[in-house]
């Protein structure tokens, strides 16, 4: 039994879904086909009236302008490094401390816990200025370790990390035990392989949320030669505040290494972001 | 290759500690139990002496949370003991550290580790012991060809069936070579038939490794089957120890004269009568004369004339064919089993299973018994069992 | 407890605190004390070169009786107020139709979620460009003269704007996930007694999704009381228009940072603390109350 005028609506719902989407897409998509575009067209292109859709060459001198005018190399070297040690830190540090807050029973576990909880109900900018303070007076503004500094420790990590220790079978933990391994072997080659999908996740989220932070970059690292690529980018911004071709290009460039990687991974990514959510 | 004595054992959980720990198998419904309280904690396990002869297969059984787990796990070292003392061939081992107490462990839920192949799970033990590489190839591949799964050492715990991770887990176990096997109800996370046969090659596995067992379950039949003595428990304390036909046939209290046997036994408000020397069951109309061994036991204890609660097996329910000395019963549900036939009848209010062979010693049928016929029921003086108010076998 | 730990028990303490070590140092050199002094420094005037001396209640009383305080405060709660309600519209109407029965709707939610890999600092310049003046596509599309983020009425709109853009794709993945967890026979159930499309969304979708629906709007409650690099990058301090645009978090940055008032600004976190707060009291009573959690 076929009911055509209830299968003539699914239809119409099916269509009308699909251009919603398409539309809604173009719209995101939009500002980034228009920052490509624009980063090709000469500066009379991108300003004329009416618009100029399509550059009518391919004009690399744009981007040669956005290189000469900030350091990219070291730009990527510097934001690269801050990532890297930062994924480093928050992985190895709470990764311990997740698996002794959610296996490990010790005399003061709900206090220190409480401290992790504290941080992540704080926001960030509330420890800025002390945080600078220390590093200005270790004499380390300027650095990468100044870049780096804040997030030695995630107390998100750490969080994020307990939850997924808690997930695995305590036997698990027992039967390493019984097999001879001591705390550290039962964590380190038991329990830590097994916590793969999480610290994949981890290390999306702490690399996206670094390589997005501005304020602390700009704050603690004045000289130019020592920026990260947002905090660059913020300078050039007042630099070419009319040259829209050229700071198309210098966004593209920032751009580029991360979108590259989530094109490549954009299942870990999504799954990964959204799995931390909430933060 | 050990004898263990465990003097005295006993485990309280403080107050403090959350009550989660007294519960921590995980999979079994929580249950109210009646574990005893006491100013220092909860007792999960009190005084509990057991002497294990070298490879013997020790089965502790119980309905969940009388303890046998928490016992297992004390033998293990997985959890500290409160009070007495464990000897693991004569050496005294409270404070030893697990991995010095030569024990292995194999648990219900298998506990494999996921990232590591069948082959590395059951090499992990023995890398961590720095066994020679070919001693750890020797080994693994030796006990991997007792267990049948030399096919799949290449595999990952997640491409094992239930069964087939099990075998791992007793490989893992095996492997070490120890002298005390402790199995926490490795079964139970199988299916039926595949429990069914796993029990016969733990049966098996038995005759080919020399080792001492310690296996826990609240499976009576796996009790019956495996082991040489079964240490019956309940609410923390110990009802019975014996080998499986000694609790079947002589059950120390209504505890256990309950828990072992299916279909249950069937209890009755009878009264002890002591006529010319001669001890005898009463229930209704229907008077029994206890066998010579039960007269000898109940003088030995100077068992004086009282009620009683009597216990009688199904299958040592026998029909009689003329009322009179009886007990008279009306059948609720026949259930033909092929060769036997299981009455449920109501014998003045009281339920009453009844099991028959379908076909008498004449060769005569029996099948044509229908519900709200009447059953005269009569039992023999050496099987029934006599319990006094306390619960306890009046012959113990 | 007065009995003793055992070896293995006094084992797994030691390992345990050695294991909690790193990490809790770290928060108590980088979190937990900058947090003390950050609550002291609000009660300080910085004399230059990290030296403070104590000044009372002078930051506070100088805080309330700033008028461009007063305006950031209320720039923040507009801008959650523009942001939060139409983003989640939004993405629960992208989540919704990301759940229908299409195709490509990986290749959908790779777009949509596309923003939140690009820093805010890249993807700014573009809006700036498209919300140019002069210049500007938007102005060009509509034959408009506004000044998008140069006057002050549109220039909150605007960031606004930009805000949503940002934040769809993630907050539509969430909800995605949300709306997959209702269970499929809820609607066939619902169908059967004959309920419309949009009587099925109020009793069904909704109430289900609601949990999540709330964490989201939690998560982007906190962070749009938080905001401050995307206006950063639209807006910079030079621009006429700031003061209708600049967030708390923002004057935080020029006090403590461009003016170099590191108590002033010190009291500003503190009060932007207390907006936070007054979150998590709306989240600590709207678990309670709104949200459907028997799923």
Request: glycine fraction near 6%; include cysteine.
């Amino acid at each position: 039994m076929k009911n055509s005028s209830l299968e003539a609506s699914q239809k119409r719902m099916t269509i009308l879904t699909y251009v919603v989407l398409i539309a809604a897409a173009l719209l995101m998509v939009f500002p980034f086909i228009w920052m490509i575009l624009t980063s090709f067209k000469t500066v009379a292109e991108s300003n004329a009236t009416p618009p100029v859709i399509f550059p009518s060459a391919f004009r690399w001198e744009n981007f040669r302008d956005a290189v000469t005018s900030l350091p990219f190399i070291k730009l990527y070297i510097n934001t690269a490094l801050m990532i890297f040690f930062r994924v480093i830190c928050a992985v190895a540090f709470s990764s311990m401390a997740g698996y002794a807050f959610a296996m490990l029973e010790f005399r003061g576990k709900k206090l220190l816990f409480g401290i992790v909880l504290m941080q992540m109900s704080l926001p960030s900018q509330i420890f800025i200025i002390p945080q600078y303070q220390m590093v200005a007076h270790m004499g380390l503004a300027n650095t990468i370790f100044a870049l780096v500094f804040p997030g030695i420790v995630s107390a998100f990590g750490v969080f994020f990390l307990r939850q997924t220790y808690m997930g695995i079978p305590k036997e698990i933990g027992e039967a390493a035990y019984l097999d001879g391994c001591t705390q550290w072997q039962t964590f380190y080659k038991v329990m830590f392989p097994l916590t793969g999908t999480s610290v994949a996740a981890l290390t999306i989220f702490t690399a996206v949320f670094a390589y997005s932070d501005l304020m602390w970059p700009l704050v603690v690292n004045s000289d130019l030669n020592m920026m990260t690529l947002s905090s660059g980018l913020a300078t050039l911004r007042g630099q070419f505040s009319t040259n829209f071709p050229v700071l198309m290009a210098g966004s593209l460039l920032a751009m580029l290494p991360m979108v590259v990687l989530y094109l490549i991974f954009q299942k870990q990514f999504i799954e990964g972001i959204a799995s931390t959510g909430g933060k | 290759m050990a004898a263990l004595n465990l003097k005295g054992i006993t485990k309280i959980y403080p107050h403090s500690g959350d009550q989660k720990k007294a519960k921590k198998k995980k999979g079994e419904p929580e249950k109210k139990t009646n574990l005893q309280v006491t100013d220092q904690g909860v007792v999960a396990v009190q005084s509990f002496n057991l002497d294990i002869a070298d490879k013997e297969f020790i089965v502790l059984v119980g309905p969940s949370g009388c303890g046998k787990s928490t016992t297992l796990r004390m033998v293990a070292g997985l959890e500290e003991i409160s009070g007495g003392e464990l000897y693991i061939d004569g050496k005294l081992v409270n404070d030893v550290e697990p991995k010095n107490r030569n024990i292995a462990m194999v648990f219900q839920s298998y506990a494999l580790y996921p990232h590591m192949t069948v082959y590395e799970n059951m090499a992990f033990p023995l890398k961590l012991r720095k066994t020679p590489k070919e001693e750890i190839d020797r080994r693994v591949k030796e006990a991997a060809a007792i267990l049948d799964i030399t096919q799949y050492l290449d595999r990952k715990p997640k491409a094992l069936s239930g069964g087939q991770r099990q075998r791992v887990a007793i490989g893992r176990a095996i492997v070490r070579e120890p002298k005390v096997l402790l199995m926490d109800e490795p079964l139970s996370n199988l299916d039926a038939k595949l429990r069914n046969q796993m029990r016969a090659e733990i049966i098996k596995l038995r005759q080919k490794i020399n080792t001492t067992f310690i296996y826990v379950t609240h499976d009576q039949t796996e009790a019956m089957t495996l082991g040489d003595r079964i240490v019956i428990m309940k609410d923390g304390f110990i009802q019975q120890i014996g080998t499986p036909q000694e609790v079947f046939d002589h059950p120390a209290n209504l505890f256990v004269s309950g828990f072992i046997g299916m279909p249950q036994m069937n209890y009755f408000n009878a009264k002890l009568v002591n006529e010319g020397g001669k001890y005898a069951v009463s229930v209704e109309n229907c008077k029994v004369v206890l066998s010579e061994e039960k007269q000898k036991n109940l003088a030995a204890h100077n068992a004086a004339p009282q009620d009683i609660t009597l216990g009688v097996r199904p299958s040592h329910m026998v029909l009689a064919r003329q009322p009179g000395n009886t007990l008279s019963a009306t059948i609720d549900v026949s259930e033909l089993m092929g060769s036997e036939v299981h009455f449920h009848a109501n014998a003045n209010g009281k339920d009453v299973v009844v099991i028959v062979p379908t076909m008498n010693a004449d060769g005569e049928r029996i099948d044509s018994f229908h519900a709200g016929d009447k059953l005269n029921l009569t039992f023999s003086g050496n099987v029934c069992h006599i319990f006094g108010k306390d619960g306890r076998n009046l012959e113990f | 407890m007065n009995n003793k730990l055992s070896p293995a028990a006094r084992r797994e303490e030691n390992w345990g605190w050695i294991m909690v070590a790193p990490t809790i140092t770290g928060l108590v050199v980088l979190n937990l004390w900058p947090f003390v002094q950050t609550i002291y420094t609000a009660f300080c005037e910085h004399l230059g070169f990290g030296h403070y001396q104590f000044v009372g209640l002078d930051n506070f009383v100088r805080m309330f009786q700033n008028a461009e305080f007063w305006r950031a405060t209320w720039n923040t709660i507009l801008f959650c107020i523009l942001t939060v309600p139409v983003g989640l519209f939004l993405s629960l109407l992208v989540a919704m139709l990301l759940n229908a029965k299409i195709k490509f709707k990986g290749g959908f939610r790779t777009i949509f979620f596309l923003p939140l890999v690009c820093a805010p600092a890249a993807v700014t310049m573009v809006w700036r460009f498209i919300f140019n003046g002069e210049y500007g596509i938007l102005n060009q599309i509509f034959g408009t003269h506004i000044g998008w983020i140069t006057d002050p009425k549109f220039v909150m709109i605007s960031c606004a704007i930009v805000a949503i853009w940002s934040n769809i794709g993630y907050d539509a993945v969430l909800l995605l996930a949300g709306l997959q967890n209702i269970p499929k026979t809820l609607y066939e159930a619902n169908s059967i007694d004959g309920a419309g499309k949009v009587k099925q969304f109020f009793t069904i979708t909704l109430p289900m999704v609601s949990p999540t629906l709330f964490v989201v709007m939690i998560m982007r409650l906190m962070s749009a009381v938080k905001v401050y690099d995307l206006i950063y990058m639209m807006v910079e301090d030079t621009n006429p228009a700031v003061t209708s645009v600049q967030s708390l978090m923002y004057l935080f940055y020029r006090s403590s940072f461009v003016a170099g008032e590191r108590g002033y600004g010190s009291a500003i976190v503190l009060w932007t603390v207390l907006l936070i707060g007054l979150v998590t009291v709306i989240q600590f009573y709207g678990q309670k109350k709104w949200v459907n959690y028997d799923v």
